[in-house]
């Protein structure tokens, strides 16, 4: 079965800088899209980036271009949020998402793990 | 990239159908056929539903259905049952000089 695991979330002040992972496993990580899409407490689903399997390629709203940079690890089947200059809108939960290798849409995801920008 | 429409909040009795409207533009909902539906349970993460506009993966019950017509894309739960009562988002993909995804706001199904 495919399985995503963040961690990493926490209390952070705003301004302050925090990492993300997502540990993958139950397939070929390397295969695959990537993505993360944070929610804020009561809002909905915000999509936040994303990247080809080999990083050659990679996207970012572009409320965090310049603050977030996603990436990953094929060899440790990982895939990472570094997250800059966080701000009070950043609060939210963050989930890694696996995209289907045949069409555009996230097929599997994780449960979450949530940061909170806060002084 | 503009968030798309959906409505708040969509309320059904059980075994009736109920639909969920998501609006764009031309230039998204539109323009592409890579409209996804996603269900989410209180405290629980995202699960696909639909992909594609009209399609279902192979887990997911027959009683949800997707479909699109001009720039507003639909998902209908026929036969409504208790534990379908959780939000709902459509997203779209879009693919230009660069790739998006955008989600709708989210709607809220309540089973009376």
């Known amino acids: 079965d495919v399985q995503l695991v963040e961690s990493g979330g926490g209390l952070v002040q705003p301004g302050g800088s925090l990492r993300l992972s997502c540990a993958a496993s139950g397939f070929i990580f390397s295969n695959y899209w990537m993505s993360w899409v944070r929610q804020a407490p009561g809002k909905g689903l915000e999509w936040v980036a994303n990247l080809k399997p080999d990083g050659s390629e990679i996207f970012y709203v572009d409320s965090v271009k310049g603050r977030f940079t996603i990436s990953r690890d094929n060899a440790e089947n990982s895939l990472y949020l570094q997250m800059n200059s966080l701000r009070a809108e950043d609060t939210a939960v963050y989930y890694c998402?696996?995209?289907?290798?045949?069409?555009?849409?996230?097929?599997?995801w994780g449960q979450g793990t949530t940061v909170t920008v806060s002084s | 990239q503009s968030a798309l429409t959906q409505p708040a909040s969509v309320s059904g009795s059980p075994g009736q159908s109920i639909t969920i409207s998501c609006t764009g533009t031309s230039s998204d909902v539109g323009g592409y056929k890579y409209v996804s539906w996603y269900q989410q349970h209180p405290g629980k993460a995202p699960k696909l539903i639909i992909y594609?506009?009209?399609n279902r993966p192979s887990r997911v019950s027959n009683r949800f259905s997707g479909s699109k017509s001009g720039n507003t894309a639909s998902l209908t739960i026929s036969g409504l049952q208790a534990e379908d009562e959780a939000d709902y988002y459509c997203?779209?993909?879009?693919?230009?000089?660069?790739?998006?995804?955008?989600f709708g706001g989210g709607t809220k199904v309540t089973v009376l």
């Open positions: 594609d506009v009209d």
């Open positions: 998402a696996k995209e289907n290798r045949y069409y555009y849409a996230m097929d599997a």
């Open positions: 997203s779209l993909y879009t693919i230009t000089s660069t790739l998006s995804v955008v």
